[in-house]
């Protein structure tokens, strides 16, 4: 069995992309990608930490890192689709994407 | 009311023990005294259906107001007939139900009703004459278009003296003499249009006022004293030893006792009820209502209620009497009433108004009742109210009946030979008019009379009252002979194109059956079979013809006897003999009838013989000893220059005092002001212009771009994440 | 077995490091959306390994399933008019990469540092649906029910976000966007 310090590096490794796709890239849409790429590394160390951990039936049945690691999908499926609409809106509106042109919002 | 009432029967209803009763035998209550609260009920409750009546509905108001009564009636009947067989049987026939109505802290407030042999007596009386005034006013209020206001009243009346007569709690009975004062109040006022009969309302009911607040201080005051409000409550009610050994034994002022102090207090408010002096004042003025309202109430009950009162504290105003004494509160009620009997006889041989001579009547009346009460005991008293109560009625309804008859003529100067005209009126007045008087043997008031005069003979404290009694009486026969005279005898002389008539049958039969009354209720009260002093006392009933042999018995009737047939004589040969008549030369106009001071000569009108053979005795008397003037510049004016202080305080002092007030606030407010815009809008405004400044500065630091925002956000989050770490790694929390 | 990893881990685990990285460089949005596919259904592998049957199937149904399409979908919906993204970096990306790296360099400093004496799973759990169900019926109910308004909300919200607003004169004052 791989160790459990494989699946964190690589869980690492997908959020430090989600974050850098996030943080770099000027299209918007990407940005939302960058962040559900994060959500699914955070995702991958629950799951990990659970499949490592006790799985006594004390609280949550011993299921507690998979039902959180559910919900955050649930949730970030959510999420998504609010984010998503709020970009299609704005394109609708300005007819760009781009993140850099977004300044409406300067002080 | 209608709170009241509710919160009386939910407090009765929710109570978690039965309410106690003392039942003579048997050992359990008697159903009727447990439904007795209905006979003041459904008159009530009659009353509150009338009221949502329309003014068109008379027929069903008078049906509701008839038969509420009549039902009452039936019950009081019914109820009386089991006192009389507990009596019969020889037991104490008092039988109490009461009820806690408010807590206050660790005593209660209780209610509750009694049934005794005085109750019962007293409630078939004032049903069964209510009754029969009832149907009298169907016919005498026919052509009057508030007749269903009218029913209303006299139910609510009938309801509320009904549960004063049942109130075993001096709570209760007060509060329902207050609904009789106001139902009084409503009825004298009845018309309330003409100006006399709203002053004569107010009158009545402020004149009853004062002695009531005094009745309520003598309540308080025995509240707090014993505890209880309840008369009987198996020893521990007020009128039972325990609590009147409590209340002898606390001094009060004057040298009084709390009990003698208190039976005073209580009597102030019978006075007021009864029209004892001097607060007789309203009781003549009550004859503004219509005539079925001065016969129910200022004849036969309402004013009967304070001597009732009188008769339930008994115990109380007796307390400490010794054998061959009687205590202050006694010797007080016993003078009052003797000075109000003669009184309001002299007053009444010179009224002119056929109402007014008989409210006088009632008012000297009241008098000997009082003074039967003071001297010979409670049922002395009761008798003469009991007979006074038929007989009185009985001749309210026959003036009634020849008011309706002469067309609302009052003034017996102006009426005449109706003896013709109305026989059955006449002949129904002529019984109630000797029962009054005393005559002799067949009428009873003779009976009831003469048993307060032995009384008062045999008064130990003084002879005063006996003889101003002798004097009344005299003057009594006199007044009710003059006044007979003048209307029945003689021939007519009011307006000549006005012509009397008799009345109909539905205001003739309650005459008749009261004048059956007059007569037979004598034999309840002879010395010979004396059943009403032993029903009221609960003792047995010995029929005794030595009765008649007491020692000065018969000697005294005898000489009451000879009053009685000087005065009637008198007025025979003053009145009657020659007769009455109409001056010839002077004609006569028909004017709108008068109520006010006494006395109007208008022309045409006859001077009476006493008049002009003695003028200045005569005015007097005819303006009633000048009582409502000796008020009127006294209590009143003294009143009224109060009332001019009030004012003058609030407009000038307390008004002034709150325009000064107001001044220093406008004074504050402006200063308000100029602080306000000087200072604070100063400062305020700089600091707003600071925080602007601050604020562009501020804003340049939002560019208004995601990324930049985005980054800085994950740098923040970086650099907390690495603290957090690095101080953790530091403190061993992470191996290294 | 290379390194102690088994090959299976190590396919899976390039497979998904290489979508990331696809989605981080490529030009073409659409080709980025794709890479984010392939690195969900990598991360779906993973799952499996784990033992984490569920998970995994949760997450190719959800979010290869719905949240990807979701994605392409937008991308082709904001297509502008024929204006392509010819630079698709902003103009500082030089501090955001180094904010990224930093961000792994931390992450794995705490991973290596907190290496566990016991490294080597423990059996498998035996995890069944109808278990998972159980659990989300009594432990986890408050979560599903509040996860379900969740949705609720999230669906209604962004269909009334993105929906074409009905044509008014004075739309002038709401378009925009700082130029």
């Known amino acids: 069995m791989t160790p459990l310090a494989a699946f964190l590096i690589v869980a690492a490794l997908v959020f430090a992309i989600g974050l850098a796709i996030s943080l770099t890239r000027r299209n918007a849409i990407l940005v939302l990608i960058g962040i559900e790429l994060m959500l699914n590394a955070a995702n991958l160390n629950l799951i990990a930490f659970w499949r490592f951990g006790p799985h006594s039936s004390g609280h949550g049945d011993g299921l507690t890192g998979m039902m959180f690691a559910i919900f955050s999908i649930a949730v970030a499926a959510a999420e998504a689709a609010v984010g998503l609409g709020l970009v299609i809106t704005y394109h609708r509106h300005a007819k760009t994407t781009d993140l850099d042109a977004m300044t409406r919002m300067k002080g | 009311m209608i709170v009241c009432s509710a919160s009386l029967m939910a407090s009765w209803l929710a109570q978690d023990q039965a309410p106690n009763f003392t039942a003579a035998y048997h050992g359990g209550p008697s159903w009727i005294v447990q439904i007795l609260w209905l006979i003041p009920a459904i008159p009530m409750l009659a009353a509150g259906l009338i009221a949502l009546l329309k003014q068109s509905q008379r027929n069903l108001a008078a049906g509701l107001a008839i038969g509420s009564l009549g039902v009452s009636l039936l019950l009081a009947i019914r109820a009386f007939t089991h006192v009389l067989s507990v009596w019969g049987q020889g037991g104490v026939a008092r039988e109490v139900v009461s009820f806690n109505w408010i807590e206050l802290g660790a005593t209660h407030l209780q209610l509750g009703w009694i049934l005794d042999p005085l109750a019962a007596i007293m409630l078939v009386m004032v049903s069964f004459v209510g009754l029969l005034i009832f149907v009298y006013a169907t016919g005498y209020m026919a052509h009057d278009e508030n007749f269903t206001r009218f029913f209303c009243f006299l139910s609510l009346f009938a309801g509320a003296m009904l549960g004063v007569i049942i109130a075993n709690s001096l709570l209760l009975l007060f509060m329902c003499w207050e609904i009789v004062g106001l139902t009084s109040y409503l009825l004298i006022g009845f018309w309330y249009q003409k100006p006399s009969a709203a002053a004569a309302a107010k009158k009545a009911f402020l004149t009853t006022r004062i002695g009531d607040i005094f009745f309520l201080l003598g309540i308080v005051w025995l509240f707090a004293q014993t505890g209880t409000m309840l008369f009987y409550n198996h020893g521990a009610g007020a009128m039972e030893p325990v609590a009147l050994a409590a209340l002898l034994s606390q001094p009060a002022a004057l040298g009084l006792t709390a009990a003698g102090a208190i039976g005073l207090l209580i009597f102030a408010g019978a006075a007021g009820k009864s029209g004892q002096l001097p607060l007789h004042v309203w009781l003549p003025d009550a004859m503004e209502g219509p005539t079925p309202v001065s016969a129910l109430i200022h004849a036969a009950t309402m004013v009967a209620a304070g001597v009732y009162l009188i008769a339930r504290v008994y115990p109380l105003m007796s307390a400490g009497a010794t054998a061959g004494g009687t205590t202050v509160s006694l010797t007080v009620v016993a003078w009052i009433g003797a000075l109000t009997a003669l009184f309001g006889a002299l007053v009444a041989v010179a009224q002119n108004d056929i109402k007014r001579i008989l409210a006088y009547s009632t008012v000297s009346q009241l008098g000997y009742m009082m003074v039967g009460l003071a001297t010979g005991g409670v049922a002395v008293g009761m008798f003469h109210l009991i007979t006074h109560a038929f007989f009185k009625a009985l001749l309210f309804l026959g003036a009634g009946s020849v008011i309706h008859g002469c067309h609302e003529e009052q003034d017996i100067r102006r009426m005449g030979g109706l003896g013709k005209i109305m026989p059955v009126t006449f002949l129904t007045y002529a019984v109630g008019m000797l029962a009054l008087s005393g005559f002799p043997i067949f009428f009873s008031g003779f009976w009831s009379k003469d048993a307060i005069i032995g009384a008062a003979h045999a008064w130990p404290v003084s002879e005063g009252p006996f003889v101003l009694l002798l004097i009344g009486a005299l003057l009594t026969a006199f007044y009710m002979t003059r006044q007979v005279g003048y209307v029945f005898f003689g021939s007519w002389r009011g307006p000549s194109h006005s012509h009397a008539h008799e009345s109909p049958l539905v205001m003739t039969l309650p005459l008749s059956i009261l004048a059956v009354f007059a007569i037979g209720l004598g034999v309840l009260g002879t010395p010979a079979w004396p059943w009403f002093t032993s029903f009221i006392e609960s003792k047995r009933l010995l029929v005794d013809m030595h009765g008649f042999s007491e020692p000065g018995l018969v000697p005294l009737m005898g000489f009451a006897v000879v009053l009685v047939l000087l005065g009637l004589g008198a007025g025979w040969w003053l009145y009657m003999q020659k007769a009455v008549q109409r001056p010839a030369t002077a004609p006569v106009h028909h004017h709108q009838q008068e109520h006010g001071d006494e006395p109007q000569h208008r022309p045409g009108d006859i001077v009476d013989v006493l008049e002009s053979s003695a003028p200045i005795i005569w005015k007097w008397l005819a303006n009633r000893l000048y009582f409502d003037e000796l008020y009127a510049a006294t209590v009143l004016r003294w009143y009224a220059a109060l009332a001019w202080l009030s004012d003058w305080l609030d407009r000038r002092v307390w008004g002034g005092t709150v325009a000064a007030i107001a001044k220093g606030f406008r004074g504050l407010g402006w200063a308000n002001k100029a602080i306000d815009s000087q200072w604070i809008d100063g400062t305020f405004d700089k600091g707003c212009e600071e925080l602007v400044t601050g604020g562009g500065l501020l804003a340049w630091l939002q560019a208004g771009r995601t990324s930049r925002y985005l980054r800085v956000l994950a740098l923040g989050v970086l650099v907390l994440a690495g603290l957090e770490l690095v101080v953790g790694a530091m403190s061993g929390q992470v191996r290294p | ?179």
């Open chain 3, 1 to 179: 077995m290379i390194f102690g990893f088994s090959i299976a881990f190590l396919l899976t685990a390039a497979l998904t490091v290489a979508g990331a990285l696809a989605a981080a460089l490529l030009k073409n949005l659409v080709h980025c959306a794709l890479s984010l596919t392939v690195t969900f259904a990598g991360l779906a592998l993973l799952y499996l390994q784990l033992d984490a049957q569920f998970a995994g199937f949760a997450q190719i149904l959800v979010y290869i399933g719905a949240v990807a399409i979701l994605v392409v979908f937008a991308i082709l919906l904001t297509r502008g008019a024929g204006i392509a993204e010819y630079r698709g970096f902003s103009s500082s990306w030089l501090l955001g990469l180094s904010i990224a790296a930093a961000t792994f360099a931390l992450l794995g400093w705490a991973v290596i540092k907190s290496l566990p004496a016991e490294t080597e799973a423990s059996a498998a759990p035996a995890v069944t649906v109808q278990s998972i169900g159980a659990a989300l019926m009594s432990s986890y109910v408050l979560p599903l029910e509040i996860v379900a308004v969740l949705l609720t909300v999230a669906l209604i919200g962004a269909v009334i976000v993105a929906m074409p607003e009905p044509r008014t004169r004075k739309s002038g004052a709401e378009s925009g966007g700082g130029q």
